[in-house]
């Protein structure tokens, strides 16, 4: 079964499996996907399920429906399509795909607890001044997608200040939104300075600053960076 994942700024808050034929979406409480926020219509969006396809229709909102970036009327929804309303966030999952998705979830990605202990100081870095807070607030939105191996496809929103990626005792990396960008920095690896790779090229033990379509190499997979369009 398909479900919609609701979160905003990268916590989840809610899911709501889709087991009825519609869902309207907006911020008055006769809505199935209630979302109170002033930047959400009151009847903001629909969603529309037809045997086993989904179907995205914005219901002429204010601030208008998007989909993976893009502002959108009417969608056929695909695993993995994440749509904006105002400030939150509710991705589409495939009931057929969830399953490997968790599954590369827990090959790799990292949790937070586990990625600070290995971390250590090494991201230390100075508290950041009202300028660089500014800044860090129109920072694009990026993500990561899986250019090789079974999960070739899926994609990592990096929507967390520090995203860790990788197999522990194999190679671990992390990438840091910072005011200026996006960093990658090696964290650990099962043999001595095996760094990870940017467009082929190890990064070393510094962190390094990512552009668009640069492609990572991380424990065996690799992995494009792209900024959200």
Do not use: C, W
């Amino acid at each position: 079964m398909a479900r919609l994942v609701l979160s905003l700024d990268g916590q989840s808050l809610a899911e709501y499996n889709m087991s009825r034929e519609r869902y309207t979406i907006g911020r008055l409480p006769d809505n199935d996907i209630r979302i109170d926020n002033p930047a959400v219509s009151g009847h903001h969006a629909l969603i529309i399920n037809i045997l086993n396809d989904s179907f995205l229709e914005d219901l002429n909102s204010t601030n208008g429906t998007y989909v993976n970036g893009k502002i959108v009327k009417k969608h056929a929804l695909q695993h993995g399509d994440v749509i904006t309303v105002g400030h939150h966030a509710l991705r589409f999952v495939d009931g057929e795909n969830d399953e490997e998705d968790d599954e590369f979830a827990k090959t790799m990605l990292i949790r937070p607890n586990e990625a600070a202990g290995m971390l250590g100081a090494r991201l230390a870095t100075p508290a950041p001044s009202a300028r660089a807070g500014a800044a860090a607030a129109v920072l694009p939105r990026a993500k990561l997608q899986v250019l090789s191996g079974q999960f070739a496809g899926r994609e990592v929103e990096l929507v967390k200040t520090l995203t860790t990626l990788g197999r522990p005792g194999v190679q671990v990396a992390a990438i840091t939104r910072r005011a200026d960008g996006y960093y990658i920095v090696h964290v650990e690896s099962g043999r001595e300075d095996d760094f990870p790779l940017v467009n082929g090229v190890p990064i070393g033990a510094q962190a390094r600053k990512l552009q668009d379509n640069d492609v990572v190499q991380l424990a065996g997979v690799k992995m494009g960076f792209f900024f959200a369009t």
